[in-house]
Each structure stands twice: as C-alpha cells, then as structure tokens.
C-alpha cells in the first residue's frame, strides 16, 4: 500500500499507519506537518466532519503565529479549556514537534493524528510566494531538518491511530480523500456534509473561515461510528 502511495498515479490519497479505537466519548484530531505543507486543507476537512478547529480563542495557529513561543505549560493547559468545551475536536499545529511526543500525546483525549505529506520543492515554492523569497534552494535547505524533526517525533509517538495523508492526492482526489478522512475519524456523514468537506480543501484557511457554522449547531449533527454502535 505504501508503495502504491508514493508512486502510483491512481493511489489512493490516505494510508493507516496505525488504526485502532478506543472505546470513549471523546476523540482529537491532531493534523502535523510542516508550515505550508497542506495541513490547512486537511485541517478544513476535518473541521467539516465535525472536529472544529476554528475555536479561535483557543487556536494554535494563525497566520500571525502567536504560538510560537509557548511552552509546553501554555500547550496543554489551552488542551485542557477545549477538553472541557469540547467531546470531538481538532488541532493543527505544524510545529507540535517542538514539544516532546508524549507530552501531546497524554494531554490529548484519545487522539487521531493526521500526518500530512507535502512534494518539498512545492512547499519550498508555496514559502517563497509567501514570504517574498526568490531563493528556493535556500528554503529547500530550512525544510530538511524540519521534515526529519517532524518524523523522527511522529516515530516517538505512543501507539495511536496514525493516518498519513498526501495534499498531493488530496487535491487530484478529493472525494476519496474525505471518505478516508471520515472512516480513519469513525464519523458517518450526511451526503452535503461530505460535499462540505470536499468543497473545503482547495480553501486556504478555510478552518478559520468558518465560525459561523459553529452557530448553526452542524456538529451536533455528526453521526460519529461510537454513537451509531452503542445504540
């Protein structure tokens, strides 16, 4: 499957790594990679199938960035004011590897991770753009030790559902994307509430676009797999 993954035009855009489920009333999905490495679509999907993610009194990660500088301390105990909001939720944080892997994992409550896998030289062209920066291969060099840092945390993770997901495929494949999304996070939705995820990955940012729907209760609304088997 892995091969298949990385090589074969027709793949599939998602690959378990790791699948089990806790039996809980609660669960987090937790979307990593690097910045501008197409977490932001994965983290729209996800936010459509009924974890939010654009809490923004509580968010990780704006484009201003005010996160950077906490502490582990600050991390865990904003974990803890969601935990309590919040059964089903979502985080995106692409620089989580700064804190040791345990640490997230042990103040999250039964946490999903969605590791996202982006082409390098496209981020390396995707931070250029955004920063104004003509020197690629300058960027290319700052991307290694990110991408190593990131895995080597991914490998340091307590076990857990794992899903490794390609932006790349993601966009050629959109519906098969969030169908895998979906059955990797145990949800059931609706038909408009995959078509909503389906149309929320070409949207930069989406995730913080739309605290309106927090309103309109379309969470509550989310078949999760738990409620459906319990009765």
């Known amino acids: 499957m892995v091969n298949q993954f990385s090589a074969d035009p027709k793949a599939i855009p ?37 974890f939010p993610i654009s809490e923004k009194q509580f968010n990780f990660e704006t484009k201003t960035r005010p996160t950077c500088g906490d502490t582990e301390e600050v991390w ?22 700064r ?21 390098v030289v496209a981020t390396a062209q995707r931070r250029a753009a955004n920063h104004n920066v003509e020197n ?9 030790p990110e991408i190593i840092s990131l895995w080597q945390w991914v490998k340091l993770l307590p076990s857990a559902p794992k899903l490794l997901v390609s932006y790349e ?3 050629q494949n959109r519906q098969l994307a969030c169908e895998g999304i979906a059955e990797f996070l145990g949800v059931v939705p609706t038909t408009p509430q995959l078509q909503r995820a389906v149309d929320r990955v070409s949207s930069i940012g989406g995730y913080l ?10 969470y509550e609304t989310i ?3 738990k409620d459906k088997d319990n009765g």
Request: proline share 3%; charged share 20%.
């Open 136 to 144: 690629v291969r300058w960027l290319l060099e700052q991307l290694e």
């Open 99 to 119: 804190f040791p892997s345990e640490v997230i994992h042990n103040s999250l409550r039964n946490p999903h991770y969605l590791i996202v896998s982006r082409d």
């Open 14 to 50: 998602t690959c378990i790594m790791e699948s089990f489920h806790y039996q809980t009333h609660y669960k987090t999905a937790i979307i990593v990679g690097v910045p501008q490495g197409g977490t932001s679509s994965v983290a729209s999907v996800v936010d459509a199938l009924g």
């Open 169 to 171: 495929r993601l966009t």
């Open 76 to 97: 865990t105990a904003k974990v803890t004011q969601i935990n309590l909001k919040l059964d089903f939720w979502g985080v995106k944080d692409t620089l989580v590897w």
């Open 223 to 225: 078949i999760h797999k």
């Open 209 to 218: 676009k739309k605290e309106e729907e927090h309103s309109a209760g379309i």
